[in-house]
């Protein structure tokens, strides 16, 4: 399996990096996500986080209404490629602390990964490894 794999179904959310921090706050809100890519003419320019909000805005006094995303983002974040696979994100997620990653193709925007969507999947096909064994298990040979 490929992270591309779980982009198939997602819904890319992204901000603008004029909008203020008041505006994609919201849009996170809204969405029920905790990070957000930022884009400045088509093209990554960054990804706004919890983390972001809490330290660069909050605990650092800016007004959210007047202070532009751009501003308080995480420039040059680390991504993934659409062919990585989802341990190469695990391990790169456990590395750095992060619970999102970009997944581009050079600064174009494919999509973000959580660790949700990760561990959520591997639930699902572990879920899908018990059925097949107690269905095996259970079956009985025929009787011919």
């Not at 990964?113 to 899908?128: A, M, T």
């Amino acid at each position: 399996m490929l992270i591309s794999d779980l982009l198939k179904t997602q819904v890319l959310i992204s901000a603008e990096a004029h909008q203020t921090v008041l505006d994609v706050a919201r849009l996170m809100v809204e969405h029920n996500i905790g990070a957000v890519p930022v884009l400045e003419d088509g093209k990554l320019a960054g990804i706004f986080t919890e983390r972001d909000l809490m330290t660069r805005v909050v605990v650092g006094g800016k007004d959210p209404s007047r202070t532009a995303v751009s501003q308080v983002m995480t420039e040059d974040p680390l991504n993934v490629a659409p062919n990585d696979s989802p341990e190469t994100c695990m391990t790169l997620m456990k590395r750095h602390g992060f619970r999102h990653l970009l997944v581009c193709v050079g600064r174009e925007l494919k999509g973000v990964v959580s660790l949700r969507d990760i561990l959520l999947q591997n639930l699902d096909e572990k879920d899908d490894e018990v059925r097949m064994m107690r269905a095996y298990l259970h079956s009985t040979p025929d009787a011919g």
